[in-house]
């Protein structure tokens, strides 16, 4: 079945270091591609999406490219604040399904 | 944008008794709920799928006996934990759609059964 990989956290980084949290998918078809943020004592938000191959996701200067040739989403960003400090998830829906697959989480930790 | 509420944010039981949590849209009417379960360093794993005024859709493995859900109306939905278990101990969180399909996740609800 559908399934998605996130690298493992803990992460933490300084004020204005480079974000990459990687994400790998496996899933038949083209599935649609999200990436959720949940900040302390708030629910999953959307972040960001990619709804077909070499389509480019962006908000909050964080950015991810659905590559389909390495079934990658990875999630970017050029210089973190201590605000990006959360909870983030890759989650797909396959091609055709209304259900999101998600990753684990990667806890992100931004010290100032 | 839209708010899903859930309450309790954290509950503590002992083993043997039900824990129920409420998912609640506050200012728009949700024809269809999802609750999640996640374990340590594994993923939000979907539960069931529950669409008003009919029975919920469970995944499979989860059992439905214990874990039963009641969508009462456009705004509120309910998962009680029967004859909870230290091997419940999780993180349940709910989501609601629109009906220009967008999802809204409430904040979760982290169950530790002693």
């Known amino acids: 079945g559908d399934s998605v990989t996130q690298m493992e956290g803990p992460v933490t980084l300084s004020e204005e270091a480079f974000l990459t949290i990687n994400c790998t998918y496996t899933?038949?078809?083209?599935?649609?591609l999200f990436w959720y943020v949940q900040y302390p004592g708030e629910g999953l938000q959307l972040l960001l999406k990619?709804?077909?191959?070499?389509d480019k996701g962006s908000n909050k200067g964080f950015e991810a490219t659905y590559r389909k040739e390495t079934t990658s989403f990875h999630l970017e960003k050029g210089s973190v604040q201590v605000s990006d400090s959360a909870v983030y998830f890759c989650?797909?829906?396959?091609?055709?399904?209304?259900?999101?697959?998600f990753g684990q989480g990667t806890r992100l930790t931004i010290n100032p | 944008g839209a708010v899903v509420s859930q309450h309790p944010s954290r509950v503590i039981c002992k083993s043997g008794t039900s824990v129920k949590i409420e998912c609640r849209s506050l200012d728009f009417q949700a024809t269809t709920m999802f609750w999640y379960r996640q374990f340590p360093k594994q993923s939000l794993m979907l539960m069931a799928t529950?669409?008003?005024?009919?029975?919920?859709?469970?995944e499979q493995g989860v059992e439905k006996d214990k874990f039963l859900i009641n969508h009462a109306s456009l705004t509120l939905s309910t998962l009680t934990v029967t004859s909870a278990h230290p091997e419940d101990s999780s993180f349940y969180i709910c989501?609601?759609?629109?009906?220009?399909?967008?999802?809204?996740f409430g904040s979760g609800t982290q169950l530790s059964v002693l």
């Open positions: 990619a709804t077909k191959a070499d």
């Open positions: 989650a797909l829906t396959g091609q055709g399904a209304q259900k999101l697959v």
């Open positions: 899933a038949t078809g083209y599935p649609s």
């Open positions: 989501s609601a759609r629109t009906g220009g399909e967008k999802l809204f």
């Open positions: 529950s669409n008003e005024g009919s029975k919920a859709t469970y």
